[in-house]
């Protein structure tokens, strides 16, 4: 159950924008968003009586927020507060994007696992960088043992990069080499009870400089060990990589979903970035990113088709992220009440 305590007035403008749930404007809207109610109770409330009771499509404990988002909050006041706010906007889970918080002063990995359980919230997976020239770096490919020695400090279950696999090259063979490497990571991971995963950027969808008939990402997915090395799609990057990279270099169509590579691995994909975007063909990347509802991915739908697959609904991890958000409590506080606010369509 959600534990948002503070009201929400621009749910139904964002609920009507994406014309989902079919929310009433002006005195009617007033009325469901009221100040006894809070954001999830009253898109709950609302999504109700125009959906028939449908169930939520996001399901229970599985809503996260990846903290790079609130990276402003956590240097300048601490996790404690950033935590607090946290739970009362009805998160579950966090991902981290570093152990350190600034100004605040410093934290030892046993506090922040406290602090985080103190808050109802539980550490899910963590960011490193994949390699670096620095021999001292905070890497994998540097420092695997203290990155994995963190991470189970921590309790985390997943422990992963964001870094794309691109540290040979661009070629089918420096995929494969970058491949080896991941396997090598994932079953050291795997060895402490962990998942190893690799987060996508709109990139890794491109086509191999040497072969550019093949489709890196597809590379990774064929040279990594299912039972090793796992995946957290990043949606707005993939559907960002669907408007950048659905035709070959030399212009012949090669459109791909990515929802299909969910559906067709499903177990490779514990964890989602929950990303938005307006849809803008000017732009390089295809979208301009926005809060979580703000924008033109139909996260009722994407959600829904990985959560109906047999034996999927609590196989998955759903985090929020902005890269740049506006104000960074604003987002996580909209963005987790649309996510809430979303129903099964009856």
């Known amino acids: 159950m959600s534990r948002i305590s503070q ?12 014309g989902m749930l079919g929310v009433a404007a002006g005195a009617t809207a007033a009325a469901l968003l009221g ?3 809070t954001p999830a109770a009253a898109a709950t409330e609302t999504a109700d009586k125009t959906s028939g009771r449908g169930r939520p499509v996001l399901p229970p404990g599985r809503l996260g927020i990846q903290l790079y988002s609130l990276r ?9 507060p950033v935590f607090a706010e946290l739970e009362k906007y009805g998160y579950d889970e966090v991902e981290f994007a570093g152990y350190t918080q600034g100004s605040a002063g410093p934290i030892t ?15 899910i997976g963590s960011h490193v960088g994949y390699y670096s020239d620095d021999p ?7 420092n695997l043992t203290k990155v994995l020695d963190d991470a189970q400090a921590l309790g985390l279950k997943h422990i992963g990069t964001a870094s794309g696999p691109f540290r040979y090259g661009s070629t089918v063979d420096a995929w494969k080499r970058a491949a080896e490497e991941f396997n090598t990571y994932g079953a050291a991971a795997k060895a ?14 491109s086509f191999a400089t040497d072969n550019p008939k093949v489709r890196l990402y597809d590379v990774l997915l064929r040279e990594t060990d299912p039972d090793l090395v796992f995946l957290e799609m990043d949606i707005y990057w993939a559907y960002s990589g669907q408007f950048r990279f659905s035709k070959r270099p030399d212009g012949t169509p090669a459109p791909f979903e990515p929802l299909n590579y969910v559906l067709r691995h499903p177990h490779r994909y514990p964890l989602f970035h929950v990303k938005d975007g307006v849809s803008d063909p000017a732009n390089t990347y295809g979208y301009r990113m926005t809060d979580v509802g703000d924008g033109d991915i139909d996260y009722q739908k994407f959600i829904s088709a990985v959560t109906r697959l047999r034996g999927e609904r609590l196989a998955h991890h ?4 902005h890269d ?19 129903r099964e369509k009856c």
Do not use: C, I
């Not at 009201?7 to 994406?18: C, G, K, S, V, W």
């Not at 402003?72 to 404690?80: E, I, Q, Y």
């Not at 990995?109 to 550490?123: E, I, M, S, V």
């Not at 963005?335 to 606010?341: E, F, K, N, T």
């Open 192 to 205: 402490r009870g962990m998942k190893f995963y690799q987060h996508n950027h709109s990139e890794e969808f």
């Open 136 to 142: 001292n770096a905070y890497t994998f490919a540097q």
């Open 72 to 80: 402003d909050k956590v240097s300048t006041l601490g996790f404690a």
């Open 318 to 321: 759903w985090q929020a992220e």
């Open 109 to 123: 990995l046993a506090q922040l696992k406290r602090l985080a359980r103190d808050h109802g919230l539980n550490p």
């Open 7 to 18: 009201p929400d007035p621009e749910l139904t403008h964002r609920l009507t924008r994406r």
């Open 324 to 342: 740049q958000p506006a104000e960074s409590f604003t987002f996580a506080r909209r963005s987790s009440a649309y996510l809430h606010s979303l």
């Open 35 to 37: 100040a006894a109610a």
